[in-house]
């Protein structure tokens, strides 16, 4: 069995642990569908894509160990990177607030993911990208769900 494996089989686990524990959400008398019904479906969700990584790491050859110097930081690069990332952005959400935080998390993360090179193109499409996804979610929550995200006191200090 390959790494993939017993990663799947892990997930697997969690997420039988985490619909176990939906059982357990209360029940509110205010709403229109039970409280647990999109934990569930977000979990059977998350339960098929598992065992679909499940069945394709099992068809697939063992990948060996790891065996040159510094192979896990090489590995993992990108994976360290965005962790990196989302924590700096969770840090500073209280100042940069939604918007302008989003907006730099996506454009670093599309950077550090990208091509190597920093040319103006690339730069600028990732610019885009990340103004029309925050955008987008930002309105999508502002005004088809009515959830008010943070605003962060840089923006305030500006209103």
Known sequence: MTRDSYVALFLLALC????????????????????SL???????????MSA??????LRRPDDGPVVAAGGFFRRYRNALWIFALFF???????????L????LFVFLA??????????VRPL???????A???????????????VILPEGELLRGLV
């Open 16 to 35: 039988g642990v985490f619909f176990h524990a939906s059982f357990e959400i209360e029940v509110t008398n205010y709403g229109t569908i039970q409280s």
């Open 38 to 48: 999109w934990p569930r479906v977000i979990l059977t969700a998350l339960t098929a």
């Open 52 to 57: 679909l990584f499940l069945v394709t790491s």
């Open 88 to 98: 700096a952005f969770v840090a500073t959400l209280p100042v940069l607030g939604m």
């Open 100 to 103: 302008i935080g989003g907006f």
């Open 110 to 119: 599309l950077s550090a993911l990208g091509p190597a090179r920093l040319a």
């Open 124 to 130: 600028a499409i990732h610019g885009a990208i990340a």
């Open 132 to 146: 029309l996804a925050v955008g987008l979610m930002w309105a999508i929550f502002t005004f088809g769900l009515r």
